[in-house]
């Protein structure tokens, strides 16, 4: 579904405060960066006796991307307004197997060579509170962009965020659309595993959160969000934070989930919960990570799983989510993970991460009890100082396994590099 009349509107008003406002704030505090990112991924499956074949596929991309950003002209009555743009490019230079990666755009059986992403958001802010229309990159617990392959799932929307009562951030939000990593236009919403958006809603989704500190150590939240005629969730949530010594910390966290079917139910009845509990140990350049994580609910049979958008988007507020999810009926799962950072040993800007995830007791009817698990090596390099500052190197591996699917070997390279005008 493309939307020309909004982004018509959006260049228009940001051509007009770019010529009304070029000696203002709005010019001097900007921030333009032009981000690099070669990309390379390699998934293979192994077949099981008696199981279908999954083909496997690789991919290697090179992407751009214009980040700019403005800062703020005052319009008068403590009003102010700025834009934002958001282009991104991305092409291929070599692809393994015919068969949709997720990737890059897939029409006619086969994956286009190249994918272009152009989006801009209006802003407006007064005092504390900000609101944005547009172009959005969400990072909330009900809808989150996806930064995991080569271009970033994006939102089209209005974004409402206040600071104005102390130690309280209050949340007002709209989602018409979703552009999804290996799209180039704007869908309306669906359900996954129905990443096609051949069955979604054109009402949007609707959003309202609240986050508290309560002390320095002690926050909480509460969002809702409502796709409509989807599902409805309610998500609360608390974290507390302190250090333990000289140089230990220690970051702890509760949250909850709650999902229902919403409105004219077009993927059926929803019933789905779930908890997870994480905690984070750094002392000096060594950290741990603990996650638990349990589903609970009869999800529904079109909703099989944890209910998030159509698109592959990413729920990182539940401990347990990877390549693997861990998010099926009744599904239990833990994980531990450890960073090592080599800055001590006189390697500034290089860590290392391993993690390994397992989950069992998934309901699947009939058949025997369900068991997964995952296990992720991840080096990530930045160049520290010099002319090669802020040159970034990452790469991960992947190994998932099931007892009622295909396991995969995943590798992703990544090589990337912001220049900053």
């Given at each position: 579904m493309h939307r020309h009349n909004l982004w018509i509107a959006l260049f228009a008003a940001t051509a007009t405060l770019g010529t009304t406002a070029t000696q203002a704030d709005f010019i001097d505090d900007s921030n333009v960066q032009l981000k690099f990112k070669n990309f390379y991924l390699d998934r293979e499956y192994a077949h099981e006796a008696g199981r279908s074949v999954t083909p496997g596929y690789g991919n290697w991309t090179q992407a751009v991307t214009l980040d700019a950003k403005s800062g703020y002209h005052d319009i008068g009555a403590g009003i102010q307004v700025g834009a934002d743009l958001l282009a991104q490019y991305a092409i291929g230079l070599k692809s393994r197997g015919e068969v949709n990666d997720i990737h890059m755009p897939y029409s006619n059986q086969k994956t286009e060579r190249d994918n272009a992403k152009l989006g801009a958001t209006l802003k407006v802010k007064v005092s504390e509170t900000e609101l944005k229309v547009g172009d959005l990159l969400p990072m909330s617990p009900v809808v989150f962009f996806d930064p995991s392959r080569q271009l970033l799932t994006t939102y089209s929307g209005a974004w409402l965020e206040s600071k104005d009562i102390q130690n309280t951030k209050l949340t007002l939000a709209y989602i018409e659309g979703i552009n999804a990593r290996y799209d180039n236009q704007y869908q309306d919403l669906s359900l996954f595993p129905n990443n096609d958006f051949t069955n979604t809603t054109d009402d949007g989704m609707y959003i309202a959160g609240v986050d508290y500190q309560f002390t320095p150590k002690v926050g909480g939240s509460y969002w809702y969000a409502d796709v409509t005629n989807i599902y409805q969730q309610h998500y609360v949530a608390a974290n507390y934070k302190t250090t333990v010594g000289e140089k230990t910390k220690l970051d702890t966290h509760v949250r909850y989930f709650d999902n229902s079917e919403s409105g004219d139910k077009l993927y059926g009845n929803i019933d789905s919960q779930a908890v997870s509990a994480g905690a984070k140990i750094n002392h000096g350049m060594h950290t741990v990570q603990l996650g638990y994580q349990q589903m609970f609910g009869e999800h529904g049979t079109g909703a099989p799983m944890f209910p998030t958008l159509g698109g592959w988007v990413p729920q990182p507020y539940l401990d347990n989510w990877s390549v693997a999810s861990f998010i099926r009926k009744d599904e239990?799962?833990?994980?531990?993970?450890?960073?090592?950072?080599?800055?001590?040993?006189?390697?500034?800007?290089?860590?290392?991460?391993?993690?390994?995830?397992?989950?069992?007791?998934?309901?699947?009817?009939?058949?025997?009890?369900?068991?997964?698990?995952?296990?992720?090596?991840?080096?990530?390099?930045?160049?520290?100082?010099?002319?090669?500052?802020?040159?970034?190197?990452?790469?991960?591996?992947?190994?998932?396994?099931?007892?009622?699917?295909?396991?995969?070997?995943?590798?992703?390279?990544a090589t990337t590099y912001t220049y900053k005008f």
């Open positions: 239990r799962s833990w994980s531990l993970g450890y960073t090592y950072n080599f800055a001590e040993v006189g390697i500034p800007g290089l860590t290392t991460t391993i993690r390994h995830f397992r989950g069992d007791n998934i309901d699947r009817g009939d058949a025997p009890e369900g068991k997964e698990n995952e296990n992720n090596v991840i080096v990530n390099y930045v160049v520290p100082e010099g002319k090669l500052k802020g040159l970034g190197f990452n790469y991960m591996f992947i190994d998932t396994n099931y007892n009622f699917g295909n396991d995969l070997e995943e590798h992703r390279v």
